[in-house]
């Protein structure tokens, strides 16, 4: 019996929820702005897709190519990148609200230990912040994403075993 190929959408699926759930779970205990616990995400996603890029190459039986490998890792990116979008929009505007809020607060603690900014420059910054906040966040999920994604899927297409049986040209 043949085994069933594992869709990249389906490991993209799996991915998003296990980053969904740290973040959340980083949230709810106040650590957002944690960036060594936020770090885990990232090593999460970057070894899930490696991984993702060699199970394929093994559910094929070693019969694909560079770009067919690539191309694999970097579908399960995109659905990565499309279901922490819809996230991001989801905990901003109706699960978590006040996000928006300990963002800003946290930008202008941070914004006043700098010395060099007046008060008024210190209120023009939080009034863009909050203003270009989604833009910002949603651009930077795409792009930000769309690079480790693309690095991991290349390593993963460079690390699977590849013995394709039929000549490319």
């Known amino acids: 019996m043949e085994e069933k190929i594992v869709q990249p959408w389906m490991k993209g699926l799996i991915l998003s929820l296990i980053t969904i759930v740290i973040s959340v779970g980083l949230y709810l205990a106040g650590e957002m702005q944690n960036k060594a616990l936020g770090a885990i995400s990232w090593v999460i996603i970057v070894v899930g897709i490696i991984w993702s890029c060699i199970h394929y190459a093994k559910q094929m ?17 995109a659905t990565l990148i499309v279901i922490t979008v819809v996230y991001t929009l ?5 699960l978590f609200p ?6 800003i607060e946290n930008a202008a603690t941070e914004m006043e ?5 007046t008060d008024e420059q210190i209120k023009q910054a ?8 989604m833009p910002f966040a949603i651009g930077g999920i795409i ?3 769309g690079i480790v994604g693309a690095i991991a899927s290349a390593i993963g ?3 699977a075993k590849k013995t394709p049986k039929q000549n490319p040209f």
């Open 98 to 103: 006040e996000m928006t809020d300990k963002i």
């Open 90 to 94: 989801l905990s901003f505007n109706v």
């Open 61 to 77: 039986q070693g019969d694909v190519t560079f770009g067919n490998v690539f191309a694999h890792g970097f579908k399960v990116t």
């Open 126 to 133: 939080l009034d863009m912040t909050k203003k270009f906040m």
């Open 113 to 117: 230990k700098n010395k060099n900014m």
């Open 143 to 145: 792009f930000m994403y």
């Open 157 to 159: 297409a460079g690390v």
